[in-house]
């Protein structure tokens, strides 16, 4: 509410007044001299509004409005006087009283001067305060813009990526510290100022180039690009793998495109280490369960072995041990081939890619790992087998593959459900499909499969690496992999393989 002070040493008046406005509801203060006004607001008390007389004994109402003006505080002065001349109406404007006011007062002139002056004063007050607001505003933006480039500054040192921003020109503005040491400069100014092609290999750079202002020109409000695997050259000519995020901008009309510049020769050597170590934990397990096969075939061979070898020993009985261990020993070298074929490197078997035949290869697989003690009471359901379906891989990949598909698979289903192989050319497109009847998967484990040890096997069960190399294989061959699963539903994995090119 807007509190009016009054100063008046007629009693008479300051009542009138008062009951003149506190009826408009004001809330009313009162003053018998301006020295006790001056005095209450030197204390402290607050008003919005002062009608001071202007003739009275003591201090005048112009030295209070004058006393005002040079504290320079938002208080509309309205002064009133009896006998209105013009040294008091010059000196009422000089301090900037809000109003002049001649006795006898008029009570709807008083009314409207009054809201007015409070009007210009909340206004006044308003204004101030939304500067106020403002400078606060702006100071804390100078903070938090001196802060951001602190931070910015403090995570361009730490970083153990290089981040290289260049202009329209292809010259290097500006490189953290991390990025004379990933391309070995001495000093910053062996980068900046220099054309961007000095870390691309010659062949390269321009393949990478065109990329980058094909993408950036097509989408111009895209405006940040992924590359993987780029060949960079570090000054002394040695040459790395990086993937570089590239971001665009401008600033004042000029573009500048920063690149945040990863090696990934530690990630690539990780990777690959993940995967021998994976191929060392699965071939003990192919190990462990195939060498009870082994010691089977064994057995039967030895024991019908020592039967003929007998003097009692008939012909039939020689004949049955001769057909046994052939069968056996036909059996064992199908099995050891194969497991042969399972102990190469990832990349060799990368390297050597032919035509193989779907069908071939799944049956050669099944017979590794059929007769397996994962697999041996699943049902394995298999559909035409003869056709001929043509897809490019190697051998031994393929087996991997299958392989930690089927494994899984017999873990799904408690080791006796079962797995159905389906195979077949579809748009020239080889199509192999895996189901299994087992528990199948939440979509919290589908998101999470192809993560290196990822596992809800029970310890010693799982090592949470088959569907990571799985992944892997699929990535290398550009094989699509769709997988199909609900909990208590089974699993589905349906693997398409990339058309057959002759070359
Ligand atoms: P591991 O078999 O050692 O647990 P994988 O990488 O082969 O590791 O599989 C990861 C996880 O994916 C498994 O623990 C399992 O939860 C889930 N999974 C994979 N295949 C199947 C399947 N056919 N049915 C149900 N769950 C599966
Ligand atoms: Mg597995």
Do not use: W
């Amino acid at each position: 509410m807007d509190k009016i002070l009054i100063i008046d040493d007629e009693e008479d008046i300051r009542i009138a007044l008062k009951r003149v406005l506190s009826r408009e509801g004001y809330q009313i203060e009162l003053s018998e001299s301006a020295s006790d006004a001056v005095k209450r607001i030197e204390t402290g008390e607050t008003f919005s509004l002062v009608i001071s007389d202007i003739l009275m004994s003591g201090m005048s109402g112009i030295d209070f409005t004058k006393f005002i003006a040079e504290k320079n505080i938002n208080l509309p002065v309205i002064l009133i006087t009896g006998n209105p001349n013009l040294s008091s109406a010059e000196a009422a404007i000089r301090y900037h009283a809000y109003e002049y006011i001649s006795k006898p007062v008029d009570r709807t002139q008083l009314l409207s001067v009054v809201k007015r002056a409070l009007e210009v004063k909340n206004q006044k007050d308003s204004d101030l305060e939304k500067l106020l607001l403002s400078e606060k505003l702006e100071k804390a933006l100078r903070t938090q813009n001196l802060d951001l480039n602190r931070q910015n500054a403090a995570i361009l040192n730490a970083t153990s990526d290089a981040v290289i921003t260049i202009n329209h020109k292809l010259v290097i503005v500006s490189a953290n510290k991390a990025s004379f040491d990933m391309f070995r400069f001495h000093s910053p100014l062996d980068l900046i100022g220099q054309n961007v092609r000095l870390l691309f290999t010659e062949n390269k750079m321009q393949k990478y180039m065109n990329q980058v202002s094909s993408v950036l020109s097509q989408e111009p409000n895209k405006s940040t690009l992924q590359l993987s695997d780029v060949t960079l050259q570090r000054s002394d000519s040695t040459t790395f793998l990086a993937d570089i995020a590239i971001c665009s901008y401008s600033l004042d009309g000029d573009s500048y495109y920063t690149g945040v510049i990863r090696d990934v020769t530690q990630k690539k050597l990780m990777v690959e280490q993940l995967i021998h170590s994976e191929r060392r934990a699965f071939l003990s397990v192919v190990a462990a369960s195939i060498g009870h096969e082994i010691n089977n075939s064994l057995t039967a061979i030895q024991g019908f072995v020592e039967m003929a070898s007998r003097e009692n020993a008939d012909l039939m009985l020689k004949d049955r041990a001769l057909k046994v261990t052939l069968n056996q020993t036909e059996k064992l070298r199908a099995l050891t081939s194969n497991l042969l074929q399972l102990g190469k490197s990832v990349k060799s078997n990368h390297e050597k890619t032919e035509i193989l035949n779907l069908n071939g290869e799944i049956t050669a697989v099944l017979q590794v790992f059929k007769e397996t003690a994962k697999l041996k009471y699943c049902q394995i359901k298999r559909d035409e087998a003869n056709e001929t379906i043509p897809f490019r891989m190697n051998s031994d990949q393929f087996a991997l593959l299958l392989s930690n598909i089927l494994l899984n698979a017999a873990d799904a289903t408690n080791n006796i459900g079962t797995i159905e192989i389906k195979a077949y050319l579809q748009n020239h497109k080889a199509h192999l499909i895996i189901t299994d009847d087992g528990e199948g998967m939440s979509p919290e484990t589908l998101e999470k499969i192809y993560e290196p040890y990822f596992t809800t096997k029970e310890l010693g069960k799982g090592t949470g690496l088959g569907m990571f190399v799985v992944k892997q294989i699929v990535d290398n061959f550009e094989i699509d992999l769709q997988i199909d699963s609900n909990p208590g539903k089974g699993s589905k994995f349906h693997f398409i393989f990339p058309e057959v090119s002759e070359s």
